[in-house]
């Protein structure tokens, strides 16, 4: 089906064309003509299928058939990231560069002034995030009144980050009639509920399903142990064929140590987070796009905005720890009906998500060992690989053998400090006791009970103390003498205060 059967624009297809693209995806095709008869849309397909051409065309015909020479924004899009909101503005410049379409993208970590004299100027679609719109609207910089068109782009992470809030306090200042549109790769009752309350009987389209990434994106799992994670992304950098590799970490702090080592070891790559600057991270993209850089390190609040082609392999050098986050992850590679690689390192400790991630997709992912890569150097403990499901891998260690737990008296013989410890006193939780004070005849019993008790264990061992009757009377005399003592030192201490 060609885009001139959609509906649109004889200069909107010439910029369509233009780009490269000759036929609608699935979501394009069933979207664009929904959209362009005024209906309300959810819309909801894997990462990589071409959500953000399916809204931007609609709004672009929108305004194109509906041309005025208001100041006022007119189309308002709201997305969770800088990096994202940036990818839109330049899809709608790309398909409307026929059109006199004027854009802003709005969102932190730039000049605001710049912002607001665009915004004097006057422009027809707004792209931003919330934080920085809410600004805007404190200052009364931006006048969302007369928007036609609202789109709420990646709504799940928006949930995710904290945001939905700020969209909601946004909301209000949009007209209650206008055409709304949202667009996600995965949907939660939370986003379902959402919607409910800001649309006006939906559309949904759903397009294949929601907790699946696409079919052109191969998956793999391997084993390792987290020490060695490092030495196993070196070895895999190795083969010629990962030429652009996204390599995604957990935390901003991981994600510089990991691009540091790579570039310590010979390879080419930059990190890109939320600590970084706006200018740094499109200086970043720009040198992944083109070359400059092999592998780019980046964090899942990032991840939304990376829109390059040609992505060979994404590696998660962390497991995510929400299922959804892995769809988005590996959904950067294997775009537009092209091929991919995704792979993802599992330690020991990883196991959890791992079984979250398999409840999640229900699929079943094997582990295996890296083929080439030498497991047998001594390191901690990993994952063994094998086709068990991940309910049996804590049971496994690197190299398959099963570890039993250990009973009370083998957990004491580890820890000779812990039986150390009990012997000299210590009571529980590693605290010492405390000593009671005796005074006077008090001791001597004590004292007394003290040996009669080593006799009594000494028999019960079978260890025999031969006892003589003198003996006896021997040691409790010396005992009733070192009571005295102690009676007479506490007397002297007590005159000598006085």
Not at 141 to 147: A, C, E, F, G, W
Not at 295 to 313: K, Q
Not at 424 to 449: D, I, M, T, Y
Request: proline share 4%.
């Amino acid at each position: 089906m060609p885009f001139k059967t959609l509906g649109l624009s004889d200069e909107l297809v010439q910029g369509i064309l233009a780009t490269g693209f000759v036929a609608p995806t699935e979501i394009q095709s069933r979207a664009i003509p929904a959209a362009l008869s005024g209906k309300d849309i959810i819309g909801s397909a894997q990462t990589g299928t071409g959500k953000t051409a399916a809204f931007v065309l609609p709004i672009l015909q929108h305004l194109a058939k509906h041309h005025t020479k208001t100041h006022h924004c007119r189309a308002l899009i709201l997305t969770p990231t800088r990096e994202l909101a940036q990818q839109i503005e330049d899809a709608i410049s790309t398909y409307g560069r026929f059109l006199h379409t004027r854009t802003l993208a709005i969102y932190g970590g730039t000049n605001m002034q710049n912002q607001l004299k665009r915004l004097q100027r006057g422009v027809d679609i707004v792209i931003a995030t919330p934080g920085r719109l809410l600004d805007h609207l404190e200052r009364r910089s931006v006048d969302l009144r007369h928007v036609q068109i609202l789109v709420i782009d990646e709504a799940d992470r928006m949930f995710d980050m904290g945001f939905i809030k700020d969209v909601k306090k946004i909301v209000s200042h949009v007209p209650a009639e206008r055409q709304t549109l949202m667009f996600s790769a995965t949907m939660s009752k939370e986003v379902r509920d959402l919607m409910s309350a800001l649309q006006k009987h939906p559309v949904l389209i759903e397009i294949g399903e929601r907790r699946a990434p696409v079919d052109s994106v191969r998956q793999s799992f391997y084993s390792i142990s987290p020490d060695r994670k490092m030495e196993l992304l070196l070895f895999m950098l190795k083969q010629k064929e990962l030429d652009s590799v996204l390599v995604f970490s957990r935390t901003k702090h991981g994600a510089d140590k990991i691009s540091k080592r790579l570039e310590k070891n010979g390879v080419r790559s930059t990190a890109i987070h939320s600590n970084r600057t706006q200018a740094q991270r499109m200086r970043a993209l720009g040198g992944f796009r083109n070359g400059e850089f092999r592998v780019l390190v980046a964090t899942d609040v990032a991840a939304r905005g990376i829109d390059v082609e040609g992505i060979s392999h994404v590696v998660n050098y962390d497991i995510p720890g929400f299922p959804e986050d892995y769809i988005h992850r590996i959904g950067r590679t294997g775009r537009a009906s092209a091929t991919g690689d995704a792979i993802t390192f599992v330690a020991r400790e990883d196991v959890d998500s791992l079984r979250r991630l398999e409840r999640f997709t229900s699929k079943h992912f094997p582990l295996q060992h890296y083929p080439g890569f030498d497991y047998t150097k001594p390191a901690g403990p990993a994952v063994a690989p094998g086709a068990a499901s991940a309910n049996a891998l804590m049971a496994e260690t690197s190299t398959g053998q099963t570890r039993h737990p250990k009973t009370h008296s083998q957990h004491r013989q580890h820890h000779p400090r812990q039986q150390h410890q009990k012997k000299s006193g210590e009571g529980h939780h590693g605290r010492p006791q405390q000593k009671r004070r005796f005074r006077g005849h008090s001791e001597s019993k004590r004292l007394e009970a003290n040996a009669s008790s080593q006799e009594l264990r000494q028999q019960a061992e079978g260890k025999h103390t031969h006892s003589h009757p003198d003996k006896k009377s021997d040691w409790r005399k010396l005992i009733g003498e070192m009571a005295e003592k102690f009676t007479s030192k506490k007397r002297r201490k007590k005159k000598f205060r006085e």
